[in-house]
């Protein structure tokens, strides 16, 4: 018998079987559901901190799919995201301490200065390549961290009470629970559609192989700055959601420990993959609570299980889950 005919053979003995399609379709509807219906078990079992740390969870995965755009497709190692975090989230707290509270303006405008910060640091840090990249990002991070502390008049060291904005009803921890699941969702479907454009195309041309895009007419200074000033909107959105979920701001969020915990959750998500962000820091907010919970020094085991991946996953949860389904 031949091999297609005992293949054949072997298929109808074994009976039917799901198409290859079915399981991760039915995993992403069973996931959906979950996330839908979670403020509501939530608040059946009484489990407010869960929920809380469940909208932790997904304003981090913004801010990491947006830095996975710049440092994953673009190749660019930005040591400076947290500036546009924090920016997003002062404007918030600012706008609000001045008396501007209603949505329509507060949202724009913090995803406006968040994008013109990029668009002004981004337009120099790309004149410079490599190890100069990473530090002229960080100098201006911290210039930026430096130069919020100094108003004291905005709290400074102490951080700033971030009312949340007034959308004409009542806002509490579920909306804003549901409220970042369609801002994160919208926003993964922007980076998606960008990522298989001939932009992203574009823009992997220019992490691969700069010259020779150049050569071949790609305008590689410009591709990379739209996707630095993108990245940066999208992180300004991230930190203006986390005011609202905290309602307090502070110069922490602006400070490199916290780009370098941006850039922590790609590592360990999948440098250059799509579900980078989400994977990264959806397992780092649960890493990161679980030891938190058994010892003081919770922080030692956090850094152990990072090094344990890079070792072991170079390519990153994303990189495991693709080779499992090959």
């Keep these: 018998m031949r091999a297609r005919d005992l293949s054949v053979e072997q298929a109808r003995r074994a009976g039917p079987t799901l198409p290859r399609a079915f399981v991760p379709w039915a995993a992403g509807s069973a996931a959906g559901l979950v996330v839908l219906t979670f403020p509501a078990l939530a608040h059946a079992l009484e489990w407010p901190y869960y929920l ?3 909208t932790k969870a997904l304003i981090l995965v913004l801010a990491a799919s947006a830095l996975n755009l710049v440092l994953g497709y673009g190749g660019l190692v930005s040591f400076g995201h947290a500036t546009y975090y924090g920016l997003g989230a002062y404007t918030v707290a600012v706008l609000a301490r001045e008396g501007v509270r209603q ?3 507060v949202w724009p405008a913090a995803v406006a200065v968040a994008a013109l910060a990029a668009l002004a640091i981004g337009a120099v840090c790309l004149r410079t390549r490599g190890l100069y990249f990473i530090m002229i990002t960080l100098a201006f991070a911290q210039m930026v961290y430096y130069f919020v502390v100094s108003f004291k008049q905005y709290g400074g060291q102490d951080g700033l009470r971030a009312p949340r904005t007034d959308f004409g009803f009542p806002v509490g921890d579920a909306e804003v629970y549901y409220l970042s699941v369609f801002l994160v969702a919208a926003s993964l479907f922007f980076l998606w559609r960008l990522g298989h454009a001939r932009f992203g195309r574009a823009l992997r041309a220019a992490r691969d192989n700069e010259v020779r895009a150049t050569t071949v007419g790609f305008p590689v200074y410009r591709v990379q700055l739209v996707a630095f000033v993108i990245s940066g909107a999208l992180t300004g959105l991230a930190g203006a959601l986390m005011a609202h979920h905290t309602q307090y701001v502070s110069p922490a969020m602006l400070s490199w420990p916290q780009s370098g915990h941006f850039m922590f959750m790609v590592i360990l998500g999948g440098v250059g993959r799509f579900w980078a962000g989400v994977l990264g820091a959806g397992a780092m907010v ?3 609570e679980l030891f938190h ?14 090094l344990a991946v890079v070792l072991l996953a170079p390519r990153g949860l994303a990189g495991l889950v693709e080779g499992r389904r090959r």
């Design 52 to 54: 809380s740390l469940a």
């Design 286 to 288: 649960l890493i990161e």
């Design 293 to 306: 919970s058994l010892t003081v020094s919770w922080q030692l085991y956090v850094g152990l299980t990072l």
């Design 103 to 105: 949505a329509w303006l």
